[in-house]
């Protein structure tokens, strides 16, 4: 028994090497992370399976909407326009709320790293506790 606890976690820990060393290799060769030219400001679903995402292309701000079968270009925002809402939507999560017992909590500040968006973004899933917490809250 104690032999396959310690194959289990030899095996483990050698799955975790492997994966350490691609995602420093992926980082490197900066796989995963664009050219750095096309940039995702903001995304929101709408459904099941379409969302609307503002896109900044070379200078220029791109509201699209995705489904699974096709992408639409939906308008074309002022950039000024948008880098003054994100600014705004910045400070006010940079905020804290204060809770009808008087306790302070802390909101999550918006990610921009490769994890942004995505399920493992730590930040979003603050948020979602915060917001939890805020809701279950007796008064």
């Not at 900044?56 to 699974?68: D, K």
């Not at 002022?78 to 909590?105: F, N, P």
């Not at 994890?115 to 730590?122: E, N, T």
């Amino acid at each position: 028994m104690t032999w396959m606890v310690i194959r289990l976690v030899l095996s483990l820990a050698f799955v975790g090497a492997v994966l350490w060393f691609a995602a420093r290799v992926a980082k490197k060769r900066g796989l995963g992370q664009g050219n750095g030219l096309i940039e995702v400001v903001a995304r929101q679903r709408m459904g099941r399976a379409s969302t609307v995402n503002v896109v900044r292309i070379a200078g220029r701000v791109l509201v699209v909407g995705a489904t699974e079968e096709q992408v639409t270009l939906l308008a074309e925002v002022d950039g000024d326009a948008v880098e003054a809402a994100l600014e705004e939507r910045h400070a006010a999560v940079r905020t804290t709320t204060e809770g009808a017992d008087g306790v302070r909590a802390p909101v999550a500040r918006p990610s921009t790293g490769a994890l942004a968006g995505s399920v493992f973004d730590r930040a979003g899933w603050t948020t979602i506790v915060a917001q939890l917490r805020e809701r279950t809250v007796r008064r």
